[in-house]
């Protein structure tokens, strides 16, 4: 995409709004519809993975270490990472907390 | 080029346009008052007269989403309706406009229900005149023929690409026999020949059409329809004059009759204006001060022909068909009103209602409206608005 959504002005949109290049779901940001982040402690991780299985929108992935992690421009917040972590490493903790 | 007049229904003239626009496809459900219409395109279509995929479809509501799928095609697409039908099609109204499809739909104005009316009245069209389509109110038959052949030139105009509905009173227009001179074949297809939208549904070209809109974007996708439509009208004025050119018969958003001096001014749309024109030549001839001012073009509506037109009048005596209920009365004279806000010297605005529900107003009665009007308007009306002829 050229420009993002919030960068288009109304001269930009194809006659009818139609949209002409092909696209996918992974232009979404997601993330902006989070009231609340998932936060790591790592030091109890498993690296099991149920967190990655359970997580609707498909947005954990490994880091570098090996470590299951959401990616925060997808991740909606919904907390089932959270729910079936069987080590509690991960605790949902509202967005404008630090 | 004056073609040979001939007495015909308005619905079987306005189907043998649309034959000889070549429509692609037409959606039917016929409802009354708009039955003859699409009846007659199926007799043509059966009798190979119109090569044309001919859709008989379960509801309104389907009648229009099928035109949506063969006007993003690029098929010269056609339907028909009436009062409850138009408002069953409603959702579909902004799909087809917000998605710019140029289809041609002629609506034989009638009443809403309840209490269930067939008869002519303009409620149906009222209810829709925020729905992004190009609006056009006729006269008489000849101006329903020509207005359908002018209607798939203006939608499919490239600076225009909007769907358009044609108005004609149900019953008195669309069942009523009248001399119409039908145009020839060839000279239709020069001045309307077909014309393919700059974006249509093709395999080797694909293109998403009525997408879906967070809001980071829906504003500006409304203010790109509210710019197409508010720069048409100049299109549709030049294809009247086209019209003009070639077939001889000048159509104009705003048309005058005798307003020239006139203090005075009534205000009409529709088939009411030719009764009206009758009892404006009665009265004038009497040494009444008034003139007619009839409005062809009503969304865009044309603020600047109509501030022209009553610029020097005293008293604008506006008559509805419809009602807005516990609003402001006729939503024509609020409208009107509204367009008038602006100029210094603005008309008194005497608004009535009338003719609901196929209630006829003769001569006589506009004559009594003007009567009336006029008084009220020394004296200042009371009430929001007068319903014409109620029994107390």
Redesign the interface.
Known sequence: MAKS??E?????????????E?GSAAAYRTGDWRSQRPTYDFSRCLKCGICFVFCPEGCIGQNQKGFFEANPYYCKGCGICAYECPTRVIVMREEEEK | MIGKRHGIEVSIALADAVKLCDADVIAAYPITPQTHIVEHLAELVAEGELDAEYIPVESEHSALSACLGSAAAGARTFTATAGQGLELMHEVLYVASGMRLPIVMAVANRALSAPLSVWGDHSDAMAVRDTGWIQIFTENGQEVVDQIICAFKIAEHHKVLLPVMIHLDGFNLSHVIEPIEMPDKQGVCDFAPHRRSPLTLHPSRPVAMGDFAPPVIFTEAKWAQEQAMLVVKPTIVEIWEQFAEKFGRTYKPVECYKCDGAKNLLFTMGSFSETAMTAVDKLRQAGVDIGLVRLRLWRPFPFEEFCAAVKDAETLLVLDRCISSGGPGGPVASELKSALYKLDKKPKVVSFVGGLGGRDITVAGFEKIIVDGLELAETGQERIFEIVGVRE
């Open positions: 959504e919030n288009l002005t109304w001269k930009d949109i194809e006659i009818g709004a139609a949209v002409i092909p």
